[in-house]
């Protein structure tokens, strides 16, 4: 069964920087697509950032690219979002996923949607407020 515990979330000023961190249990992350979500309220789930465990490639929604960083250990079975610059707009609870790759999808943005993952974090808050 796997088990996926976010934490690193809370609040921070704008322009601050937080690491959240996903360890996952029941599942070696080395042969998974690993993504990182976030919902505010009244909005949908959306795709921040994900990585391929299997080629290291990665992928970043515009609105983040050049400020979050996404990052895995392997022997910690751990994956980080590092997230820098911090904008009130970056509010809302982060949520980490893991699939398997599937044939059919060949890049990691079009696998970066909610609907391709199954196994969800219980999400952390993140607050970027003055």
């Known amino acids: 069964q796997v088990q996926l515990v976010e934490s690193g979330g809370g609040l921070v000023q704008p322009g601050g920087s937080l690491r959240l961190s996903c360890t996952a249990s029941?599942?070696?992350?080395?042969?998974?697509?690993i993504g990182w979500f976030r919902q505010a309220p009244g909005k949908e789930r959306e795709g921040v950032s994900c990585?391929?465990?299997?080629?290291?490639?990665?992928y970043y929604t515009d609105s983040v690219k050049g400020r979050f960083t996404i990052s895995r250990d392997y022997a910690k079975n751990t994956v980080y979002l590092q997230m820098n610059n911090l904008k009130p707009e970056d509010t809302a609870v982060y949520y980490c996923?893991?699939?398997?790759?599937?044939?059919?999808?060949?890049?990691?943005?079009?696998?970066?949607?909610?609907?391709?993952?199954?196994?969800w974090g219980q999400g952390t808050q993140v607050t970027v407020s003055s």
């Open positions: 996923a893991v699939e398997p790759p599937y044939a059919w999808i060949s890049t990691v943005q079009a696998m970066c949607v909610q609907a391709a993952f199954g196994s």
């Open positions: 029941g599942v070696t992350l080395d042969y998974y697509v």
């Open positions: 990585i391929s465990s299997s080629d290291g490639n990665t």
